[in-house]
């Protein structure tokens, strides 16, 4: 019997299925969800029908291989409607460190044979290769954020996305700022909001796992972490972490490792 | 005075496309009680709610005086607007209102009324105009200035050409670029305004549309020598609460929402146009 | 909400270790009661129930960017001056369900207002600067037309005990605002800490009342020149200051001044400065709605000039760029509100100063904003 129901598909790239996990662990929600839609493709869960015509795909991981590029094409082809959910899939995820490395020296550290390893030079978003219709960030991905969504778009309504900064949300659930309070060096005021403060609800700083706020003052932020006692290159490597490959992080991260131009006198 | 924070659930008598991207609805409040206590003036807005999307501020555009309805026209612009334009008769939205300030009609009485719109049908004024033209013996004489881009975006073009028939009313319309059926002016709806010969003791502008283009009419008029209390202006933010609390709308000292939408030139004249505000 | 009126100072003197009667008679009569308590390296509002809870000794220094909690071997437990947040948090909530709607079978929608539930909570050492934000919260969530249902019905809830400030932090400039470091108005009683116990006045009917069941002794001349010694030197301990509201007013003809800019260049966006401002007030609506489609809720949450989407018309941003931000939030707090509210919106706690993550001060900001400029005005 043919289902008149909404499909959905999940697919996997280059990830460490954490994003998947996330779903997985939504409990109630996720046992839900087939009321609403059939889940066509989801591995991980168990369904496994990649090339499906779908309603909605959500893209978990980055473009790293050949084969990537084929089937993240196939992908949007058989969607109508396309989420990149994480930091993998939406700015290519801790993978795309390598993108500033030398890639060949890391392989041949690594593989005894990296001749046979099939990669590409770079990791990077799904964004750069096909056309996307919502991204949601995170390391791994809010999966409250993704009912969200397809609760809207079951509703026939665009999803709206998460616009303000982590330290509004911190302040919102009343967390106390870890930078004012005990010198952390936060991340929180140039990061999207979205996770639930859970770094500096623990008193942690934040390190930007939903990477860039829509405004991103690098330098400002800079010179507040350089003057909490970090060198440079500490503050360039906590914008190029997790989401490095997102361009406002990786512009401020390479600045900082770029030596100072000579100023004249 | 209905309840500002909670809406009152209305259903959609009538809805009419009336271009490709904007759409009236006619609403009636589910509970006639409710229907029958409100009451708005041209120019105010209600906060229109779809179930689980959102809510939007949309201009009134009837007559006051119709009290088993009342009609909102919408253009497309977003999310919300896109849902609500799926809607059809029977369905039902969220009503919280009447907000804001609307146009200074007791003054207007005995005046002539200049009304400048630009853009894509600037409902606000056509509330006015209509309300001008049920109540013809009580005002002056009427000019009508309306300016588009394209020839298409004139909706309610059978309309104007009924307004020119009357008495006492100059309908003048421009378009950037105009087709070949189009029988008014080609250009800028602020190049309308020198044609006129105004009696600057008794005259009242209204004025709606791109704050650019109001910028370049307030400029004319007051070229003509007519007072800045005589310009009044419609104007559009971020507006969420509707009675001045949530805090978006603000132009400098001013909430859009509460304080205006319309205001009186000399109220806005600091900030309007500043960048910023 | 409590009955306001200015009550002259005629207190009554409380010995240090009698400080539970006052905390025992407000939970008798049915009161939660809230007081300082260090938590997360800050003063913050917790429920106490034993006076030994307070900080004893501790004090907070505050700078710039910077909050650090100091214990010294000291008696007092109200030397600190405040934590991250005012009382606006317990009024005006971060996230707050403003009503729920139901889709009937017959397509009818059910809307129902969702207020909260409280109970009568009493808030012990409210600073005066504090109560002056309130005063302010009041004026804008409570106005006679459009009175907020949710805001309404925990002020009506509260009690607050306000305390005179005996020191003041290095971000502290009440006295040129005119709201502190003494007691003005807005508590129902009024608290002095002394060297070696307390002072209470009544601040309104239920606060007098309140007093004259502890029966205390009359204030010595000692004790009343110990209390003013206390105001005295938190005021001259603030070395920050705004100007009168006059000149804050002239920031508006202040609109292209460079140093908008050289703020811009500094200024994260981060929105800190607004979130624990005591009187900011800005909030976004948005609706849930559950994954059955059949009910919703909408919802507000603190909103921040400083958010992208804050002067967002959908296809375009009133203020796209950080400077454009900054330049609204301390145009509208100091000249905006004057017309909006009859006075400043600072009220001179300096929290934007300390928990801005880059220090950036906006006592400073006004300085170089309106020097050598008032003259030709």
């Given amino acids: ?265 | 005075m209905l309840d500002a924070h909670l809406p009152h659930s209305a259903v959609i008598d009538r809805r009419v496309q009336e271009s490709p991207g904007i759409f009236s609805l006619r609403l009636q409040y589910v509970d006639t009680n409710v229907q029958d206590v409100f009451e708005f003036q041209p120019g105010q807005f209600n906060m229109l709610s779809l179930f689980g999307v959102g809510e939007v501020p949309i201009s009134i555009v009837s007559d006051p005086d119709d009290s088993h309805f009342f009609d909102h026209t919408i253009r497309v612009a977003g999310r919300v607007t896109e849902a609500l334009s799926r809607l059809q008769p029977g369905d039902r939205v969220g009503i919280r209102g009447p907000f804001g300030r609307g146009w200074p009609m007791a003054q207007a009485e005995g005046q002539d009324v200049v009304v400048v719109t630009g853009g894509l049908g600037c409902a606000p004024l056509v509330s006015v105009i209509r309300y001008l033209l049920r109540r013809r013996d009580r005002f002056g004489d009427i000019h009508i200035l309306q300016g588009v881009k394209n020839e298409d975006d004139l909706i309610w073009r059978r309309q104007y050409e009924l307004w020119s028939r009357e008495q006492g009313v100059n309908v003048q319309l421009a378009a950037d670029m105009p087709g070949k059926e189009w029988p008014w002016q080609q250009g800028l709806v602020t190049e309308l305004i020198n044609t006129l010969d105004l009696n600057l003791e008794k005259t009242i502008s209204m004025l709606c549309g791109p704050e650019l283009m109001m910028l370049a009419a307030i400029a004319q008029l007051r070229d003509l020598k007519l007072d800045d209390q005589r310009i009044w202006l419609s104007m559009e933010r971020n507006m969420q609460c509707g009675f001045g609390q949530c805090g978006h709308c603000q132009v400098g000292p001013k909430f859009v929402c509460k304080d205006g939408p319309v205001f009186c030139y000399s109220e806005v004249a600091d900030f309007l146009g500043a960048k910023g505000f | 909400m409590p009955t306001q009126h200015i009550a002259p100072r005629r207190p009554g003197f409380m010995e240090r270790e009698r400080l539970q009667d006052l905390l025992d008679a407000l939970r008798l009569l049915g009161y939660r009661t809230l007081g300082p308590v260090v938590d997360e390296d800050t003063i913050q509002w917790r429920e106490v129930d034993a006076i030994d809870a307070l900080p004893a000794g501790v004090q907070a220094r505050q700078g710039a960017g910077e909050y650090r909690l100091e214990v010294q071997p000291d008696d007092r437990l109200f030397a600190w001056n405040h934590g991250p947040q005012a009382i606006k948090p317990l009024l005006f909530s971060a996230e707050e369900r403003l009503w729920r709607e139901r889709l009937m079978v017959d397509g009818q929608i059910e809307i129902k207002q969702t207020l909260p539930e409280v109970e009568p909570t009493a808030i012990f050492g409210v600073r005066a600067c504090d109560l002056a934000a309130l005063a302010l919260q009041d004026r804008h969530f409570l106005s006679p037309q459009h009175p907020d249902p949710h805001y309404k019905i925990r002020r009506e809830a509260l009690f607050l005990i306000g305390i005179d400030c005996a020191f003041s932090a290095a971000t502290c400039f009440c006295t040129s605002t005119g709201d502190g470091p003494s007691l003005g108005e807005g508590f129902d009683i009024g608290m002095a800490e002394l060297d070696n116990g307390y002072l209470f006045w009544g601040g309104s009917a239920k606060g007098s009342e309140i007093i004259d069941r502890l029966s205390l002794k009359p204030a010595t001349e000692a004790q009343l020149n110990n209390m003013i010694q206390g105001t005295d030197r938190a005021a001259a301990q603030q070395h920050r200051f705004l100007p009168g509201e006059t000149e804050l007013k002239q920031l508006y003809e202040k609109l292209n001044h460079e140093h908008w800019d050289e703020i811009g260049e500094r200024c994260l966006s981060c929105g800190n400065c607004t979130a624990v401002c005591p009187t900011c007030f800005c909030y976004s609506t948005g609706y849930q709605r559950t994954l059955d489609g059949r009910s919703a809720e909408m919802k507000r949450q603190w909103d921040s000039c400083f958010s992208p989407t804050h002067s967002s018309m959908g296809h375009f941003m009133v203020r796209g760029e950080t400077t454009l931000r900054y330049r609204q939030w301390l145009t509208h707090k100091l000249a905006g509100w004057q017309e909006q509210f009859g006075r400043s919106g600072c009220v001179g706690c300096g929290r934007c100063i300390t928990w801005c993550p880059v220090g950036i001060d906006l006592t400073q900001a006004v300085a170089a904003l309106l020097d050598g400029g008032l003259a030709d005005a």
């Fill in chain 1, 1 to 265: 019997m043919n289902s008149t129901k909404p499909k959905l598909s999940v697919h996997k790239f280059s990830s460490c299925d954490g994003c998947q996990l996330a779903l997985l662990n939504l409990g109630e929600s996720l046992l839900e969800l087939p009321k609403y839609v059939d889940i066509t493709h989801f591995a991980e869960a168990g369904p496994n029908n990649p090339n499906a015509k779908v309603d909605v795909a959500l893209v978990e991981g980055s473009i790293s291989t050949p084969d990537d590029i084929e089937r993240i094409k196939q992908v949007r082809e058989n969607s109508a409607y396309l989420i990149t959910i994480g930091a993998c899939a939406t700015t290519g995820g801790l993978q795309a460190l390598a993108n500033l490395a030398d890639r060949e020296a890391w392989m041949a550290a690594v593989y005894a044979r990296p001749d046979t390893i099939e990669t590409l030079s770079s990791s990077t978003s799904i964004s750069e290769h096909v056309k996307v219709d919502l991204e949601l960030h995170g390391c791994p991905v809010n999966s409250q954020q993704v009912i969200a969504a397809l609760a809207d778009l079951l509703a026939g309504v665009k999803p709206v996305s998460e616009r303000q900064t982590l330290c509004m949300e911190c302040k919102r659930n009343g967390v106390v700022c870890t930078m004012v309070t005990k010198g952390e060096p936060c991340m929180g005021p140039v990061t999207r909001a979205g996770c639930g403060a859970l770094c500096p609800s623990l008193g942690r700083a934040c390190y930007s796992c939903y990477g860039p706020a829509e405004t991103v003052n690098d330098g400002a932020l800079a010179q507040r972490l350089q003057s909490l006692g970090l060198t440079s290159e500490a503050v360039a490597r906590r914008f190029l972490f997790i989401t490095s490959g997102a361009p406002p992080f990786r512009d401020a991260g390479l600045r900082l490792r770029r030596p100072p131009l000579e100023t004249d006198e």
